[in-house]
């Protein structure tokens, strides 16, 4: 690849290069306080032309790397952004066996980790960035990453990826200089991502003790249920990337987390009740 550049995020390392110097330079300017990792990196993202021409004409970018998602659609150029992104999170929902994955937001306070996994809307990006802004640790919104010897959550704050509504509902909170470019017309609308507090990147080292696991659900009034371990067991499988390919280390990973961590379904018509209903929970731990 031309143009390239190595990153850290918590205990992955990514290399991300690309056949265009743009992309490169968005990534590098998102993660700009996040610091540059060592020459051999666990993964390789490689952003391409899906054909030699179309490098220049139409120019099209197609994700590839160490693990590669056959058949997926390539993003134009303006996208560049969010294909290395999507690259990021490919590699490691792919190829992660040292963690337990979960497709899951999780915040630290008092060494102590919350843990949000929910469906597509169910709110947990938004949440998640809320509540790093608001006495929490951020450690991650894309995956949870559970390590099976210790049952220890890892940080993995990557940048937070906001959708359409969320993008404005986040802003009215945080500064604009935490904001990467808007990237409008994507297959899942408008998004943007915002980049953590200092804080959260500088601490992305330390492991916490998960304490709960949420189930949000968004417009709903407010409600709190108790899930049972097998209901959450059920659950997290289908939110995990890697639980089959682990084995059994995967199963016990994940039998150790739910019958250990009290698991809470909590639905919210809007994100100020969501916290309030949060800090309850946490309080009564």
Not at 10 to 26: C, H, L, Y
Not at 90 to 100: D, F, H, I, M, S
Not at 217 to 245: D, H, I, K, M, W
Request: with cysteine; charged share 20%.
């Amino acid at each position: 690849m031309k143009y390239s550049v190595h990153l850290a995020v918590g205990p992955v390392t990514f290399r991300v290069g690309s056949s265009w110097r743009q992309p490169i330079a968005a990534l590098c300017d998102l993660y700009r306080s996040y610091p540059l990792a060592d020459a051999v990196a666990d993964y390789t993202v490689r952003l391409q032309p899906p054909a030699a021409w179309r490098q220049w004409v139409r120019p099209s970018v197609a994700v590839a790397g160490d693990y590669e998602l056959p058949g997926a659609v390539p993003l134009p150029l303006a996208h560049g952004l969010l294909a290395a992104e999507m690259g990021m999170n490919l590699q490691l929902a792919l190829g992660e066996r040292r963690w337990l994955l979960l497709h899951a937001a999780s915040l630290e306070r008092d060494g102590r980790a919350l843990i949000l996994t929910g469906e597509s809307g169910a709110g947990k990006s938004t949440l998640a960035a809320l509540l790093g802004e608001n006495g929490w640790r951020f450690m991650g919104d894309e995956f949870a990453l559970i390590e099976p010897a210790t049952g220890l959550a890892w940080p993995f704050p990557r940048p937070v990826s906001l959708k359409n509504e969320s993008i404005a509902v986040v802003a009215a909170h945080v500064s604009e200089d935490r904001f990467g470019p808007l990237l409008n017309d994507t297959p899942k609308g408008a998004i943007r991502h915002l980049r953590p507090r200092a804080d959260a990147i500088a601490s992305m080292g330390n492991p916490a003790q998960p304490a709960l696991m949420l189930f949000p659900s968004y417009g709903l009034p407010p409600a709190l249920r108790p899930v049972p371990p097998s209901e959450s067991f059920v659950r997290l499988t289908q939110a995990s990337t890697n639980y089959v390919a682990m084995a059994e280390r995967g199963f016990e990973a994940l039998r150790a987390l739910v019958t250990g961590v009290p698991s809470v379904a909590i639905d919210y018509p809007d994100h100020a009740s969501a916290q309030a209903l949060i800090e309850q929970l946490w309080a009564e731990l």
